[in-house]
């Protein structure tokens, strides 16, 4: 039995996560309590009703949803303060950490280890950290996690209307995620770009299409306000909506450009989508082409983050 709890990150790396630890669950049939989904259980099917179909997956412990989150935020800070003051966290069960690093010295964990797998099934394990993964299985297992994180209403009627009207504006329609926020400070800000270089990279993409007689409409999600002046002569569809909706957007378009981010990565895997992932601002692009592991074939230093 794994008893995750993972809580500093945002949504898109917890759904990252807990599906790499689902897709482990069910390919070796364990039992799975994620306690550090609390926050955005109420966005999902699966994860408002707690059920997971026939599987033995759960958000909850104690069946007490503030006690599970109060458990869940001592876990956590019990983590880092032993980790802090003696390298080392004690603890009742077994215990597997990740520490994340924003440099190419980050190490995964390959959840189909042997050692691992051995000991979920003789006994409770505690998992703490983000740095988990099990990238066969996430696949193997795609339709099933698909489902347990299906939007739930009014977010998945939004999309679908959102989507109904821009996909009328051009043949192609181009899914931009311009990240900001932590960026300006994430890996010292070298993807925190500019609406100018943003605008130049749609341009490069409306060239490319034309030659084989397509248009395009970039459907715009950011966490700040964008300036529409910056784009000028773009076919575009913006406003502030709720992430959820911008989610979920994304992973109906046809193309999705944007920085290194698990939020991209997460739409082009739930819609099976061609990703774009823009390591420089003044990047030369080609026609997207998909490629199942949502990255691209150059080597960066923090690829490794993006790796699932």
Request: one cysteine or more; proline letters at 4%; glycine letters at 4%.
């Amino acid at each position: 039995m794994v008893i995750l709890n993972s809580q500093n990150s945002q949504l898109a790396n917890r759904l990252w996560g807990f599906s790499s630890f689902i897709a482990n669950s069910i390919e070796h049939n364990y039992p799975l309590v994620n306690l550090g989904f609390y926050k955005y259980r109420k966005y999902f099917e699966a994860t408002q009703n707690n059920y997971f179909g026939n599987y033995p997956i759960s958000i909850k412990r104690t069946g007490i949803g503030f006690l599970d989150y109060f458990y869940s935020n001592v876990f956590k800070n019990w983590v880092s303060i032993t980790h802090k003051t003696i390298g080392k966290t004690p603890t009742l069960y077994k215990f597997y950490c990740t520490k994340f690093k924003e440099d190419k010295t980050t190490t995964l964990f390959d959840l189909n280890n042997a050692s691992f797998i051995n000991d979920v099934k003789k006994q409770k394990v505690l998992v703490h950290g983000w740095m988990f993964r099990d990238s066969i299985n996430i696949r193997k297992h795609r339709d099933k996690i698909l489902q347990f994180f299906k939007p739930v209403e009014p977010y998945y009627s939004q999309v679908i209307n959102e989507i109904a009207h821009a996909t009328k504006l051009a043949d192609v329609l181009v899914g931009v995620h311009i990240r900001r926020g932590d960026y300006a400070t994430f890996v010292n800000g070298k993807w925190f770009y500019t609406d100018i270089q943003y605008a130049d990279i749609m341009h490069q993409l409306t060239q490319i299409y034309a030659k084989v007689g397509k248009t395009c409409a970039f459907f715009i999600c950011s966490n700040e306000d964008i300036n529409l002046n910056n784009f000028s002569s773009l076919t575009l569809l913006y406003k502030p909506r709720h992430f959820m909706v911008d989610l979920y957007a994304l992973a109906k378009c046809d193309v999705i450009i944007g920085p290194p981010s698990t939020f991209s990565q997460w739409a082009a895997f739930y819609g099976n989508k061609p990703l774009v992932m823009l390591l420089t601002a003044d990047q030369k692009l080609e026609m997207p082409k998909f490629n199942s592991s949502l990255l691209p074939d150059c080597d960066f230093s923090e690829k490794i983050l993006y790796t699932f």
